[in-house]
């Protein structure tokens, strides 16, 4: 077998090159391996017509085209592949194509301890791009951190678990090889070691999966359903939402609206049918598939229903179509859960058909040479990676990539925006799409909410922001600093979903590195006021996270602002109250106070993130399309995963996504495919974090101890052990939620306490956490219920 390894550098030291001649070397009794170099390649410029290829394109073009397959050495260069490399390629995409159909196995090395990781992902798509059309060996990842160490003396590589997983990379790229080979005679076939088998597998465990989940086994598939979070944090971003289902009566309006939502911007129209064909029959579907009448929020809701109240039910009701907007809802009560509750309670109705994996990140999607058929899906699970087959269809529902600081970065152009939503969004389906070659759209639209247009408070990594209406914020001596000192949007504007109309056009304040809230004593005696009357605040850390100071300049200095631009901000703000108009920026005067002499105060602020809408377009089926705007065989997608917002969105769009094209995606996905392959194995099939994490056998029971339900919090049960004896309530814990990680676990902390105290469940609700408070005391309402029983 004869190789061609290419260093993927120009640079004199490289340890890829060094790699790439250790391997030389060790697989020389089996295999040739020639090492070749691109550092005489010139930088790409597309030669004039009937020019000759530089010499050096010419060699490396007859070392590719001679050989069985291809070794590139990857190294990173500020998050991507060296310019060297990617103008290489150029060169052999242009007017040669030797890397169509040839066999590449990739290997990288790095100074550090991240990798290539990076840069694979991103020569992945390169390779697979149309001109390219290279056959990338799938999964076998090899990346050689801390490669200064990694050699010895002798430039061998010296842990000998390094060379076991090298070899064992190799042994795949040869068996790859010859699966290709055989490929020409024999039709497309993949050498996969599989460890489990399903007619469908579904990647995200939301709204869009659970649904797409729901349909396929009602169709007669076997489904697995995979995601990241742990039990008791699944969902996505469908049990953080309000429940608010957008829908609508007439689909020429819902058209219209939704052309004028996109505008400039074009949705293809088949698509977009099948999105507001569905939204305009979502009331059958409340009735048929969830098995309730849906509730109309123009229709059904009237004053004091605890529903969050809207003056009007479009989100932008200038928009022709606009009249025709409604929501669904599951009950006259929102922002609890309500519909997640009764999406995932399907998915355990069918555990005799569908499989939950929890904990479990999907790593890979498993394509077919030749074809492109998706045959399967790699799994991290229990620190192993499981290869498992779907017969029929894969569908991608993983969620957007909020919490992945590159994405976010290169998107978004943002270092880091505050998640509002799930913590488990992490972009893992744009990584796998990317490398079976999907065509992305919608990459930088995200929406947002927070204390005030796009803002909420500044938490640490991986922590929540929070939502809150909090007048306070808006209205006094009180404003919004960027960078440099000074204000840059219009504090009490009414916003959608984080957006305010900027010279025409509905945006995102823009981002800032360290935004701040600024105020005075008068402000803060408010602040301070509204403690000591309602005993907490609605953000409790609040009066603890302040920065103080006696003067402006002093504050500027703590907060690393130019002193000169917050001194005249205040100047300015004082005189546009004293004029009775904000000149800059339109503030109701109403809601403006002069600033008095001191002391100041800040609070850091942060840009914080809903939903990102961006992924892997989708047609009418819900096929996930390739960047030849043609399906990619076997494979699907719902959900904020390629949502179909181009530009403004409409509250309740997503959750719409994720019934419509959740429903699409699970039916087609398992429609028996005529091009499926055969596959036996089953060892990883049968397993159910889903149904093993509602089990409660395990759960401990002393004597004068109860157990109680409620299924009012945020995800699933809450579950509490009530100790009562002597007509007391001796203690309360929770066994079992599902409650969000930031003001749900006060609840689930401080309110047993409160209980206990109280020696009654006739206590305040967390401040913020009105759901899980409620859950918690019914819980204990229902424990109590059986201590009673027992008693009398």
């Known amino acids: 077998m004869k190789l061609v390894a290419i260093v993927g550098t120009a640079a004199k030291k490289s340890y890829n090159r060094e790699l790439l001649h250790y391997m030389q070397t060790h697989f020389s009794t089996t295999t040739e391996i020639t090492v070749a170099e691109i ?51 150029e060169w052999l995409s242009y007017d040669v194509h030797p890397f169509a159909k040839k066999p590449v196995m990739l290997v990288g090395t790095s100074i550090g301890v991240q990798g290539t990781s990076r840069a694979q992902t991103e020569i992945r798509s390169i390779l697979n791009t149309p001109g390219v059309d290279a056959y990338v060996l799938p999964g076998n ?45 024999n039709g497309n076939q993949l050498k996969v070691d599989w460890d489990g088998n399903y007619d469908v597998v579904v990647v995200g465990f939301g709204g869009a999966g659970a649904s797409a989940a729901r349909f396929a086994a009602d169709n007669g598939a076997k489904v697995l359903v995979v995601d990241a979070a742990p039990f008791g944090h699944e969902g996505g971003n469908t049990r953080y939402s309000a429940q608010h289902v957008v829908m609508g009566k007439d689909v020429d309006d819902l058209t219209d609206y939704y052309h004028a939502l996109s505008a400039p911007f074009k949705l293809p129209e088949k698509t977009l049918h099948a999105y507001v064909s569905g939204m305009s029959k979502m009331p059958e579907y409340f009735d048929k598939y969830l098995g309730i009448k849906a509730v109309s929020y123009k229709y059904d809701v009237n004053p004091g229903d605890p529903v969050n109240y809207k003056k009007t039910m479009a989100e932008y009701p200038e928009l022709k179509g606009s009249d025709t907007v409604d929501f669904a809802l599951v009950h006259k009560r929102d922002k609890d859960a309500a519909l997640w509750k009764l999406l995932r309670q399907k998915v355990l109705d069918r555990t005799d058909n569908i499989d939950v994996w929890l904990s479990s990140r999907a790593q890979h999607l498993i394509q077919e040479p030749g074809s492109k058929i998706i045959r399967g899906v790699q799994i991290e699970r229990d620190g192993k990676l499981l290869n498992i087959h779907a017969n029929n269809g894969v569908v991608m529902t993983s969620g957007g990539f909020e919490n992945n600081p590159e994405l976010v970065q290169t998107y978004l152009h943002s270092v880091r925006l505050t998640p509002l939503g799930t913590l488990y969004n992490r972009g893992d389906g744009i990584h796998m799409v990317q490398e079976v070659g ?76 360290h935004p701040y809230i600024v105020f005075d004593q008068a402000q803060y005696n408010d602040f301070k006021q509204q403690l000591d009357d309602e005993g907490r605040l609605p953000y409790p850390e609040f009066m603890d996270k302040l920065v103080k100071a006696d ?42 106070r002069a600033f008095d002499g001191g002391p100041y105060y800040a609070i850091a602020a942060a840009n914080d993130v809903l939903n990102t809408q961006g992924g892997p377009q989708r047609n009418e089926n819900a096929e996930i399309l390739g960047v030849d705007n043609k399906p990619i065989p076997h494979l699907y997608g719902a959900g904020e995963l390629g949502g179909i917002v181009a530009n403004c969105y409409q509250g309740g769009g997503n959750l719409a996504e994720c019934l419509v094209f959740g429903k699409l995606a ?90 206990v105290a109280a020696n009654s469940t006739d206590v305040d609700a967390i401040s913020g956490a009105s759901a899980s408070s409620r859950a918690i005391k019914e819980a204990v309402k229902d424990a109590l219920g059986k201590a009673e029983a027992m008693h009398n």
Request: aromatic residues 8%.
């Open 39 to 89: 550092d005489e390649i010139p930088l790409f410029n597309e030669p004039e017509p009937g020019s000759q290829l530089p010499a050096a394109v010419q060699k490396l073009n007859q070392q590719i085209s001679e050989a069985d397959g291809v070794i590139i050495g990857v190294p990173e260069y500020d998050h991507s592949i060296p310019a060297s490399l990617k103008s290489a390629i």
């Open 141 to 185: 990842e090899f990346m050689l951190s801390y490669a200064a160490q990694a050699f010895d003396t002798s430039e061998n590589l010296a842990e000998p678990k390094t060379v076991r997983f090298l070899e064992d990379c190799f042994k795949h790229f040869t068996e790859y090889i010859t699966t290709l080979s055989g490929d020409k005679q």
């Open 438 to 513: 999907a065509k992305l759209w919608h990459m930088a639209n995200y929406e947002s909410h927070g204390i005030l247009p796009g803002l909420t408070f500044k938490e640490g990594e991986n922590e929540r922001g929070r939502q809150i209406a909090w007048p306070l914020l808006s209205h006094g001596s009180i404003f919004v600093i960027a960078d440099d000192g000074t204000r840059y949007f219009q504090e009490d504007a009414k916003h959608r979903h984080g957006h305010i109309t900027t010279h025409g056009s509905w945006l995102i304040p823009m981002n800032n590195q």
């Open 551 to 592: 003067t402006l300049p002093e504050l500027a200095n703590k907060l690393d602002v130019s002193a000169a631009n917050l001194g005249q901000t205040v100047t300015d703000f004082n005189a546009y109250k004293a004029e009775g108009r904000d000149f800059a920026f339109g503030r109701n005067p109403e809601s403006m």
């Open 666 to 755: 699970g039916e087609h996905a398992a429609v028996v495919k005529t091009d499926a392959d055969v596959v036996d194995a089953d060892e990883a099939n049968g397993i159910n974090d889903l149904a093993d994490g509602e089990n409660l056998s395990n759960v401990k029971l002393d004597a004068d101890q109860y157990l109680g339900s409620s299924n009012a919090g945020l995800g699933g049960k809450v579950v509490v052990r009530l100790t009562y004896t002597g007509n007391k309530i001796q203690n309360v814990e929770v066994v079992q939620h599902h409650e969000s990680e930031d003001v749900g676990l006060v609840a689930v902390s401080e309110l047993p306490k409160e209980i």
